[in-house]
């Protein structure tokens, strides 16, 4: 008698929450990435190759033409039109969006700013919420990892300094772009 009463009490459990997980399993998140991209450089590059949307392009001027070759440059690095550079100690760096190297042949990183949005549809009160919350987190994080590289950066910028004295203009810099990723966390976290 008890099985056929938790049966019953499971089967009328099971109805009722139907259509409630129908609802959540229907909503989606999709986020999409729209407008321009910038870079934080203060100045803007006149000469060099910048990764620009995803692709190697030339600079001269006001002029942009897709990288179709590779190219060495004085001080013997090496840049492939995949975004491969090649330094002259042979380690291999991938370039990022904004990151160009100038005529000599020099890597400059820089930090990039896209316009975000975040759309929910469907079920906003249940899953909905966790999967905004979900992707709030991926966005903190990738902005964190960004962060992190920009840090990592400096502090080798810094050990060469140490050395060599000569690289105060990249650090300022570097600094102006870590003011940024951390303006964009706190708005991030102010959002939340």
Do not use: C, W
């Not at 001027?61 to 590779?70: C, I, N, R, S, V």
């Amino acid at each position: 008698m008890l099985q056929r009463i938790l049966l019953a009490s499971a089967l009328l459990l099971g109805i009722l929450a139907s259509p409630m997980l129908a609802q959540a399993q229907t909503a989606s998140i999709r986020k999409s990435e729209s407008g321009r991209t910038t870079t934080t450089s203060v100045t803007p590059l006149r000469k060099g190759i910048i990764m620009r949307n995803g692709r190697l392009m030339d600079v001269k001027g006001k002029d942009f033409t897709p990288l179709a070759q590779g190219r060495t440059f004085p001080n013997g690095s090496i840049l492939q039109p995949n975004g491969s550079l090649t330094l002259t100690g042979g380690e291999v760096l991938q370039l990022n969006e904004g990151d160009y190297v100038d005529l000599k042949g020099n890597l400059h990183r820089s930090t990039v700013i896209t316009q975000r949005t975040t759309t929910v549809s469907g079920d906003t009160t249940g899953i909905g919420k966790q999967l905004l919350q979900a992707q709030q987190m991926n966005d903190r994080l990738k902005l964190l990892q960004e962060k992190q590289r920009v840090l990592q950066f400096k502090t080798e910028l810094l050990q060469k300094t140490a050395q060599n004295k000569s690289n105060q203009a990249e650090l300022k810099k570097l600094d102006a772009d870590l003011s940024k990723l951390e303006q964009q966390l706190s708005a991030e976290e102010k959002k939340n």
